[in-house]
């Protein structure tokens, strides 16, 4: 009883291709203008805003590639499919989120703790005007991803759209950075860094989290299961639940159920509950992927 249908897996590849295909764009362009500003503006948290930018290129190519191994069909060597990949993808750019983070956390506190703020140079307009089209084209980024990560239940992408995010976190500290230097407070710079470190880091740790729960079999939702336990409950023929149990499996759900139906019922009939059960699952639940049913007579 597994059904996955071609179109599901073609849609769900075509649309995250498409987005960060786009996304790839917009970081590159971005990274290039940031770096010119930073370098004309003597500004070294521009540039290092720009190397951020430029990161997220590399973060984007690693959920294409786990998005395409995700979308492979099951073979021989791997029969449940291969959604986990797409999870693998999503750790790995929540450990690049977290080095960014921690870098910015750590420059910032050494910048604190030297004291040398004297020393540090004063930057151009140019570099201020960077950074808020930073803000706006990141954040319009992020909710770009956010919104098609959500259409397909994609974490991979999910990841992403939160790596945007952190890439406008960094340019509103550049931003309140650049600003307090040009009044006179070079100090502002590195506490919005600090600050922008807590932001980063706790959303490296919700990604991670919410992949390692996809990779270990982790049961799906209290409100989807409560919802699937009524959806079976619903048949007529169906007397008892005496077991459910759900695992998260990528974006995908397994379903094991052992339903109570009349003891006095053929076998043939008591398949035919089974497969009614099966059927109802499998149409009210999109995310279910494969489910197992097995009858237990009444007592």
């Known amino acids: 009883m597994f059904k996955e249908t071609k179109a599901t897996q073609d849609d769900f590849e075509r649309i995250a291709n498409k987005v960060s295909f786009t996304t790839i764009m917009g970081n590159a362009i971005l990274s290039v203008l940031k770096l010119i500003a930073g370098i004309i503006a003597n500004s070294s948290a521009m540039v290092s805003d720009a190397i951020h930018s430029a990161s997220d290129v590399f973060s984007t190519v690693v959920v294409i590639i786990g998005v395409k191994l995700a979308s492979k069909k099951p073979d021989d060597d791997h029969p449940y499919g291969h959604e986990r990949f797409e999870c693998v993808a999503a750790i790995l750019l929540a450990v690049v989120l977290l080095i960014t983070g921690l870098g910015i956390g750590i420059n910032a506190f050494e910048n604190i703790t030297e004291g040398n703020y004297n020393d540090l140079e004063i930057p151009g307009i140019m570099a201020l005007i960077a950074a808020v089209i930073s803000i706006v084209s990141k954040e319009a980024m992020y909710w770009y991803t956010r919104y098609y990560a959500r259409m397909i239940d994609s974490s991979a992408l999910m990841a992403d759209a939160w790596h945007h995010r952190s890439d406008a976190f960094s340019s509103v500290g550049a931003l309140i950075g650049i600003a307090g230097a040009r009044m006179g407070f070079p100090i502002m710079d590195s506490l919005a860094s600090l600050v922008i470190c807590v932001f980063i880091v706790k959303a490296a740790y919700d990604i991670f989290k919410d992949a390692m729960d996809k990779m270990v079999d982790h049961a799906c939702d209290k409100d989807t299961e409560n919802s699937i336990r009524e959806c079976i409950n619903s048949s007529h023929e169906v007397m008892g639940i005496d077991l459910l ?55």
């Open 245 to 299: 149990k759900t695992r998260v499996f990528g974006n995908k759900i397994y379903v094991d159920v052992e339903i109570v139906v009349d003891g006095n019922h053929t076998l043939h009939e008591a398949h035919e509950i089974a497969e009614i059960v099966h059927d109802k699952i499998e149409s009210s639940f999109p995310k279910v992927k494969h489910i197992m049913v097995h009858v237990n007579p009444d007592k």
